[in-house]
């Protein structure tokens, strides 16, 4: 086609078709800070931008010769930013004649293959810059090369100004919207930027748009990218600290009904084509009777951009209402202060203590473990040195002759309860990471509790796959795959505890329990069902904006690809019920009384999953008759067990406010645990005695 050109300057030429303009290059360094080029706009007429004239077109042309170390950004004159790429085009080379328009461009980038010759949608909208602003000014192009060993160089870049343009994106949604505004700065991996945040839940039933005001909260926070593996994926998960108004304190807020607090997650779906790997073994873990990290799904709006279907959700942390454990104080070093409270992670190497443990098959490589409460910078030597010496005691029972002794064993030191449901939730998902990495623990005060437990559980995103390391019939196990076979060592404890005939019947007894209960098919079903409804006009915006259904992307999958958000869903199923009627056919040990396991060990303090005010049951000790009165949100269940874990008595309804009378004059004398669960999941605890 003909071009006719009105005007050739010297840094950009009008088309009677459109104004372009051409930008600064250089050199793009390798694994190094951000490199910006720009390009400075006048005369541009009509200079408001909007539908009638704005931004239509960026091309880009750049050699580099591993793509996917790449993500570049394009910042307007008011601060807007839109993502143009992110980390795509794996070993392939450079970005050749390589454009990007929201009106004409089709498919997305994400799709396309390198060196991206074409028209192209953007991983951001470009309509979001055409919100009325002044487009004369200095326009930014932000390249970034995020890993060693490939460099490169930006060739030419330029920008399109036209009719018919692009608008900004408002989002409508029927679930919590959160709107991040970074005030044009971009964020880090392993630091942090100061940012201002929105929440909006207008309630079940109602329409949330991004425009709302912030009625869940409206204020300041601190936010990183976190994550390993993760953080390499085009859609970011993000770790963030509510801040009081002056911005120089955190502060605890109420946020989505869960409990008050600072320190928040932001969980990407990239990873989890169903949004709920991770959401359904958290929900199966708490209905175990442990502590998972509350969550609600929602939709994350980042500087103007749609960025898809997250989890908000609570960071694993010492906490009255998540990890109920003492607190620690630099003070406390000596005595049983020194004894707790207390969380450990087995993970990817950090501030921590080394084993004097190694595998047999790579000795060179020594178990790791990590601080997390006290943290690395603030754990005091005795304090290290204490927790350090129950996992070394712990590890030279786990490793003698004698682990199995009822005395000189292991069984004493751990809450044998937490480590055979941890181990049913990771094996029940087929999860590769749950005896590597990602491995939370905790110990409280001796005077409270001198045992370790397991848990919280964490990071299912690799889980309940169809992966070219899982067998097609799902069968075998995880926890007792070869110490050296991944990037961080598996943890072999589960692998002798599980040799011990005492610790396989309490799994298999906690297995019939649950298969009985909440791990019942029609159970697990119908809660990936009713995930499937909240979800059904989401997932269709996520996938719009990442168009990943059937493509092999995140954890390594092997065919048949889910083509659908549906298909996805009805995979998850089919795994997760292949899986356990393996487990009920090949789970070691014998029950013959199956039983609840969470209240049968008295001699624990019970993890209350909700610390609540609202529940209150009396006299204490009864004798004929207990008296359960409960005002807070809707709740539907209230459950009594026996110190043995027998259920005596259970009530369903749906109240948000109740007194209750149970007639316990036939139960024997003893301690009872009176269970109240509300709609939402949470489950509220107290103890009462019968005389």
């Given at each position: 086609?003909?071009?006719?050109?009105?005007?050739?300057?010297?840094?950009?030429?009008?088309h009677c078709n459109g104004?372009?303009?051409?930008?600064?290059?250089?050199?793009?360094?390798?694994?190094?800070p951000?490199?910006?080029?720009?390009?400075?706009?006048?005369?541009l007429?009509p200079?408001?931008?909007n539908?009638?004239?704005?931004l239509?077109?960026?091309?880009?042309?750049?050699?580099?010769?591993?793509?996917?170390?790449l993500?570049?950004?394009?910042?307007?004159?008011?601060?807007?930013v839109?993502?143009?790429?992110?980390?795509?085009?794996?070993?392939?080379?450079n970005?050749?004649?390589?454009?990007?328009s929201?009106?004409?461009?089709?498919?997305?980038?994400?799709?396309?293959?390198?060196?991206?010759?074409?028209?192209?949608?953007?991983?951001?909208?470009?309509?979001?810059?055409?919100n009325?602003?002044?487009g004369?000014?200095?326009?930014?192009?932000q390249?970034?090369?995020d890993a060693?060993?490939?460099?490169g160089?930006?060739?030419?870049?330029s920008i399109t100004?036209?009719?018919g343009a692009a608008?900004?994106y408002?989002?409508?949604?029927?679930?919590?919207?959160?709107?991040?505004n970074?005030?044009?700065?971009s964020?880090?991996?392993?630091?942090?930027i100061?940012?201002?945040?929105k929440?909006?839940d207008?309630g079940?039933g109602?329409v949330?748009?991004?425009?709302?005001?912030?009625?869940?909260y409206?204020?300041?926070?601190?936010?990183?990218?976190?994550g390993?593996?993760?953080?390499?994926l085009?859609?970011?998960?993000?770790?963030?600290?509510t801040?009081?108004?002056?911005?120089?304190?955190?502060?605890?807020?109420?946020?989505?009904?869960?409990?008050s607090?600072?320190?928040?997650i932001?969980l990407?779906?990239?990873?989890?084509?169903?949004?709920?790997?991770?959401?359904?073994?958290?929900?199966?873990?708490?209905?175990?009777?442990?502590?998972a990290?509350?969550y609600?799904?929602?939709?994350?709006i980042?500087?103007?951009e749609?960025?898809?279907?997250?989890i908000?959700?609570e960071?694993i942390?010492?906490?009255?209402?998540?990890?109920?454990i003492?607190k620690?104080k630099?003070?406390d070093?000596a005595?049983?202060?020194?004894t707790?409270?207390?969380i450990?992670?087995?993970?990817?190497?950090?501030?921590?203590?080394?084993?004097?443990?190694?595998?047999d098959s790579?000795?060179?490589?020594?178990?790791?473990?990590?601080?997390?409460?006290p943290?690395?910078?603030?754990?005091?030597?005795?304090?290290?040195?204490y927790?350090?010496?129950?996992?070394?005691?712990l590890?030279?029972?786990?490793y003698?002759?004698a682990f199995?002794d009822?005395v000189?064993?292991?069984?004493?030191?751990?809450?044998?309860?937490?480590f055979?449901?941890?181990?049913?939730?990771?094996?029940?998902?087929?999860?590769?990471?749950?005896?590597?990495?990602?491995?939370?623990?905790?110990?409280?005060?001796?005077?409270?509790?001198?045992?370790?437990?397991?848990g919280?559980?964490?990071d299912?995103?690799?889980?309940l796959?169809?992966?070219?390391?899982?067998p097609?019939?799902?069968?075998g196990?995880?926890?007792?795959?070869?110490?050296?076979?991944?990037?961080v060592?598996?943890?072999p404890?589960w692998?002798?505890?599980?040799?011990?005939?005492?610790?396989?019947?309490?799994?298999?007894?906690?297995?019939d329990y649950?298969?009985?209960?909440?791990?019942?098919?029609?159970?697990?079903?119908h809660y990936?069902?009713?995930?499937?409804?909240?979800?059904?006009q989401?997932?269709g915006?996520h996938f719009?904006?990442w168009?990943?259904?059937?493509i092999?992307?995140?954890?390594?999958?092997?065919?048949?690809?889910?083509?659908?958000?549906q298909?996805?869903?009805d995979?998850?199923?089919?795994?997760?019920?292949?899986?356990m009627v393996?487990?009920?056919?090949n789970l070691?040990?014998?029950?013959y009384?199956?039983?609840n396991?969470?209240?049968?060990?008295?001699?624990?303090k019970?993890?209350?999953?909700?610390?609540?005010?609202?529940?209150?049951?009396?006299?204490?000790?009864?004798?004929k008759?207990?008296?359960?009165?409960y005002?807070?949100?809707?709740a539907n269940l209230?459950k009594v067990?026996?110190q043995l874990?027998?259920?005596?008595?259970a009530?369903?309804?749906s109240?948000?406010?109740?007194?209750?009378?149970?007639?316990?004059?036939k139960w024997?004398?003893?301690?009872y645990?009176?269970?109240?669960?509300k709609?939402?999941?949470?489950?509220l605890?107290c103890?009462?005695?019968?005389?």
């Amino acid at each position: 086609m003909r071009h006719i050109f009105c005007i050739v300057a010297i840094l950009f030429s009008i088309h009677c078709n459109g104004q372009t303009y051409s930008g600064t290059v250089g050199s793009i360094p390798d694994a190094a800070p951000a490199v910006y080029f720009s390009i400075p706009v006048s005369g541009l007429t009509p200079a408001t931008l909007n539908h009638a004239h704005g931004l239509v077109k960026v091309c880009i042309n750049i050699n580099h010769t591993y793509d996917s170390d790449l993500e570049a950004k394009l910042f307007a004159p008011d601060g807007t930013v839109v993502s143009l790429f992110t980390n795509i085009g794996g070993g392939g080379d450079n970005y050749t004649g390589t454009c990007f328009s929201s009106i004409t461009g089709s498919p997305s980038i994400d799709s396309g293959v390198a060196p991206f010759t074409g028209v192209f949608l953007p991983e951001g909208s470009l309509g979001n810059i055409n919100n009325g602003q002044n487009g004369n000014g200095v326009w930014t192009l932000q390249i970034k090369d995020d890993a060693a060993a490939d460099t490169g160089s930006l060739i030419d870049w330029s920008i399109t100004f036209d009719t018919g343009a692009a608008v900004p994106y408002v989002v409508t949604s029927d679930i919590p919207l959160i709107v991040l505004n970074t005030h044009g700065q971009s964020i880090p991996d392993g630091s942090s930027i100061f940012a201002r945040m929105k929440v909006i839940d207008n309630g079940a039933g109602s329409v949330n748009h991004s425009s709302d005001p912030g009625n869940v909260y409206d204020g300041n926070i601190d936010i990183t990218i976190r994550g390993a593996y993760s953080a390499s994926l085009p859609q970011k998960p993000y770790g963030l600290v509510t801040y009081k108004a002056d911005s120089s304190t955190d502060s605890n807020v109420v946020m989505l009904n869960m409990p008050s607090e600072h320190d928040w997650i932001l969980l990407a779906g990239y990873n989890d084509k169903s949004f709920i790997r991770n959401t359904l073994m958290f929900k199966l873990f708490n209905d175990m009777g442990h502590y998972a990290s509350r969550y609600r799904h929602c939709e994350l709006i980042l500087n103007g951009e749609y960025e898809g279907v997250y989890i908000f959700m609570e960071k694993i942390k010492r906490d009255s209402n998540r990890v109920n454990i003492a607190k620690l104080k630099a003070v406390d070093t000596a005595g049983d202060q020194l004894t707790g409270g207390y969380i450990f992670e087995h993970n990817y190497s950090g501030p921590g203590w080394t084993s004097v443990y190694s595998p047999d098959s790579c000795n060179t490589r020594f178990y790791e473990y990590q601080y997390n409460y006290p943290s690395g910078s603030s754990i005091q030597p005795q304090q290290g040195s204490y927790i350090q010496h129950v996992i070394d005691t712990l590890e030279n029972r786990l490793y003698s002759s004698a682990f199995a002794d009822s005395v000189m064993g292991y069984r004493s030191l751990i809450n044998s309860t937490s480590f055979a449901d941890y181990l049913i939730c990771n094996e029940l998902s087929w999860n590769i990471d749950g005896f590597k990495k990602s491995m939370f623990f905790f110990k409280d005060k001796n005077s409270h509790d001198p045992t370790l437990h397991a848990g919280p559980i964490w990071d299912f995103d690799w889980s309940l796959k169809r992966t070219p390391w899982t067998p097609t019939d799902y069968s075998g196990w995880t926890y007792n795959s070869p110490p050296c076979s991944g990037d961080v060592l598996y943890l072999p404890w589960w692998n002798i505890m599980m040799s011990d005939t005492v610790f396989q019947n309490e799994v298999r007894c906690h297995w019939d329990y649950f298969r009985e209960h909440s791990f019942r098919t029609d159970s697990v079903n119908h809660y990936i069902d009713s995930m499937s409804v909240l979800l059904s006009q989401a997932q269709g915006r996520h996938f719009t904006r990442w168009p990943i259904l059937g493509i092999n992307t995140g954890t390594p999958e092997v065919p048949p690809f889910s083509a659908t958000y549906q298909e996805e869903m009805d995979t998850l199923k089919s795994i997760i019920q292949q899986r356990m009627v393996w487990l009920d056919a090949n789970l070691p040990g014998h029950c013959y009384n199956a039983y609840n396991p969470h209240p049968v060990d008295t001699t624990t303090k019970v993890q209350q999953i909700s610390t609540a005010v609202s529940l209150a049951c009396y006299p204490n000790p009864a004798s004929k008759t207990i008296n359960i009165s409960y005002n807070g949100s809707p709740a539907n269940l209230i459950k009594v067990y026996s110190q043995l874990g027998q259920l005596v008595y259970a009530q369903s309804f749906s109240l948000s406010q109740f007194k209750w009378a149970v007639d316990c004059s036939k139960w024997s004398t003893g301690m009872y645990l009176v269970c109240v669960q509300k709609e939402n999941g949470e489950t509220l605890l107290c103890k009462i005695a019968k005389e």
